[in-house]
C-alpha cells in the first residue's frame, strides 16, 4: 500500500473519531477514487499515481469553484475551496520558483533539449519529480519560453 493511501486511511479514521464529517466526506472521495484505479487496472497503485489522483481532483474542484462563482453561486464555491485544502494536506510541499527552474535546467541538460520539438521529453523527465509539488501547466510555459 501506498504511504498517501496509508496516510489519507489514517486520516478518515481521524475524521471519524473527531465527527468531522466535512473532512470524512472529502478523504472517503480520495480513497474512492484511488480504489476505483485499483479495481479498473487491477494494481496496487503506488505513491506516483496517487499524488496524480489528488492533483486531479484538486483541479476538478477548482475548476468547479469558479462555475459556481460565474454562476454567483458563492455558498457551493466555498464548499469547493473548502475541499481544495483539505486536499492540499495530502500533497507534498510546493517547489519555488528556483528550484522548479533548477529542474527544468537539470532537464534540458539531461535531454539535450534545443527546441520545442524536445518539449515531451523535457516534460516526461519533470512530471514524475513535479506531480503534486508544482502546477504542471505553469511548468509547461516556462519550459516553452525556454525552448521557444
Do not use: C, H
Request: aromatic share 2%.
Amino acid at each position: 500500500m501506498s504511504a498517501l493511501k496509508n496516510q489519507l486511511s489514517e486520516a478518515m479514521k481521524d475524521a471519524m473519531r473527531a465527527k468531522d464529517k466535512a473532512r470524512l466526506v472529502v478523504i472517503r472521495m480520495a480513497l474512492s477514487a484511488l480504489k476505483q484505479i485499483e479495481i479498473d487496472e487491477r494494481i496496487e497503485i503506488d505513491d506516483v499515481r496517487a499524488l496524480a489522483t489528488i492533483d486531479k481532483q484538486i483541479k476538478q474542484r477548482v475548476d468547479a469553484a469558479t462555475q459556481y462563482t460565474d454562476a454567483n453561486r458563492q455558498d457551493l464555491a466555498d464548499i469547493e475551496i473548502a475541499e481544495v485544502e483539505i486536499l492540499r494536506e495530502f500533497l507534498p510541499a510546493q517547489l519555488t520558483e528556483e528550484e522548479i527552474s533548477q529542474l527544468i535546467e537539470d532537464a534540458m541538460a539531461a535531454t539535450g533539449a534545443t527546441g520545442m520539438q524536445d518539449m515531451g521529453k523535457v516534460m516526461g523527465i519533470l512530471k514524475p519529480q513535479l506531480q503534486g509539488r508544482a502546477d504542471m501547466g505553469a511548468v509547461s510555459g516556462l519550459i516553452k519560453a525556454r525552448l521557444g
